[in-house]
């Protein structure tokens, strides 16, 4: 059983920082191991739909972004870890929701649809 756990969310003013951060465990079913593992962050905002944030290859040397946050954002991951980051720079209000970390096996790292494992989340405020 897959298990992921985010960390670091918390209440930033408008332009502030924060690093959130998601530890994997249980990634060993058939002797797969967390580098095998795409990475992604979507974020749900009250009464909008979940959406995704971003996204990193399980070696780490692709990533992709929601236009939203292209420029402000950054992805990346520890394998030796078994961490993967969300660096939030020049935050606005907007970007105010519950961040979730999500794995998956596959082809796309980028194919939001397949992910299927999921954190619990952490809650960003951005006040302005």
């Known amino acids: 059983q897959v298990q992921l756990v985010e960390s670091g969310g918390g209440l930033v003013q408008a332009g502030g920082s924060l690093r959130l951060s998601c530890a994997a465990s249980?990634?060993?079913?058939?002797?797969?191991?967390?580098?095998?593992?795409?990475m992604a962050w979507f974020r749900q905002a009250p009464g909008k739909e979940r959406e995704p944030v971003a996204a990193i290859s399980s070696g780490g040397g692709s990533t992709d972004y929601a236009d939203s946050v292209k420029g402000r954002f950054t992805i990346s991951r520890d394998n030796a870890k078994n961490t993967v980051y969300l660096q939030m720079n020049s935050l606005k209000p907007e970007d105010t929701a519950a961040y979730y970390c999500?794995?998956?096996?596959?082809?796309?790292?980028?194919?939001?649809?397949?992910?299927?494992?999921w954190g619990q989340g952490t809650q960003v405020t951005v006040s302005s």
């Open positions: 249980g990634l060993t079913f058939s002797g797969l191991t967390f580098f095998v593992y795409d």
């Open positions: 999500a794995a998956k096996r596959g082809v796309y790292y980028n194919d939001f649809k397949h992910y299927n494992n």
